[in-house]
């Protein structure tokens, strides 16, 4: 049975979803034109819905529950040609870029149970990026009681994975400092067509999530 409250795991995805090339900066207008048009729209709808397909197999998949689910879609203008310092913002007219926070919940009694669950749908499928690999196997092992901690004997505890296109971040398990809990999300206005911010369902929030 999948639990419905305690530990609280927050899965960031991010995804570059479109450019518009050139070599120099471009108004606001020019800028809400370009991101707005149907071709940039399409890459980002299509980026969106990859992103929230992972999102929706760590749910099936694995021993977390679904608890909310936070959509940022930005676009951000070039800049002008830099001859010195460069950054490659000179590069393009528009960036698009989009994140998606997923918040689950899971049973801080079984959280060896829970990692190796992750691990474990890691192996057969390559959206969940993480594995039984050396990192996974010491993190399990710490959750096990059968191994030390995998960042080092005086170290915090482990809240934090990494991989390519995003990270799994949560509620450390022997150190209840509040400050290392999952935080809630900052809120951003929504500015059609540069930026989007999407809370579902919107009267969600961490702290309801980890009760």
């Given at each position: 049975?999948?639990?419905?409250?305690?530990?609280?795991?927050?899965?960031?995805?991010?995804?570059?979803?479109?450019?518009?090339?050139g070599n120099r900066a471009v108004s606001p207008k020019e800028a809400r034109a370009l991101a707005g048009s149907s071709q940039t729209v399409?890459?980002?709808?299509?980026?969106?819905?990859?992103?929230?397909?992972?999102?929706?197999?760590?749910?099936?998949?694995?021993?977390?529950?679904?608890?909310?689910?936070?959509?940022?879609?930005?676009?951000?203008?070039?800049?002008?040609?830099?001859?010195?310092?460069?950054?490659?913002?000179?590069?393009?007219?528009?960036?698009?870029?989009?994140?998606?926070?997923?918040?689950?919940?899971?049973?801080?009694?079984?959280?060896?149970?829970?990692?190796?669950?992750?691990?474990?749908?890691?192996?057969?499928?390559?959206?969940?990026?993480?594995?039984?690999?050396?990192?996974?196997?010491?993190?399990?092992?710490?959750?096990?009681?059968?191994?030390?901690?995998?960042?080092?004997?005086?170290?915090?505890?482990?809240?934090?994975?990494?991989?390519?296109?995003?990270?799994?971040?949560?509620?450390?398990?022997?150190?209840?400092?509040?400050?290392?809990?999952?935080?809630?999300?900052?809120?951003?206005?929504?500015?059609?067509?540069?930026?989007?911010?999407?809370?579902?369902?919107?009267?969600?929030?961490?702290?309801?999530?980890?009760?």
């Amino acid at each position: 049975m999948r639990a419905k409250s305690g530990r609280l795991f927050a899965l960031l995805l991010c995804a570059v979803t479109a450019c518009a090339h050139g070599n120099r900066a471009v108004s606001p207008k020019e800028a809400r034109a370009l991101a707005g048009s149907s071709q940039t729209v399409e890459v980002r709808q299509k980026a969106e819905k990859r992103l929230r397909k992972m999102v929706r197999k760590y749910a099936d998949r694995t021993p977390l529950t679904l608890g909310m689910v936070v959509v940022r879609d930005n676009c951000q203008t070039g800049k002008t040609k830099q001859p010195f310092f460069q950054d490659g913002s000179d590069t393009y007219k528009i960036k698009c870029w989009m994140t998606v926070t997923a918040y689950y919940g899971a049973d801080p009694r079984h959280m060896d149970d829970v990692v190796d669950g992750i691990l474990t749908a890691g192996a057969s499928d390559p959206d969940i990026p993480f594995t039984h690999d050396e990192t996974g196997s010491k993190l399990l092992a710490y959750y096990r009681n059968n191994g030390p901690n995998p960042n080092g004997p005086k170290a915090l505890d482990p809240s934090e994975v990494f991989a390519w296109g995003g990270s799994l971040t949560w509620d450390p398990v022997h150190d209840h400092g509040p400050k290392r809990l999952v935080e809630e999300p900052y809120a951003a206005r929504n500015d059609p067509s540069v930026q989007r911010f999407l809370p579902e369902p919107e009267s969600a929030t961490v702290a309801g999530i980890r009760k």
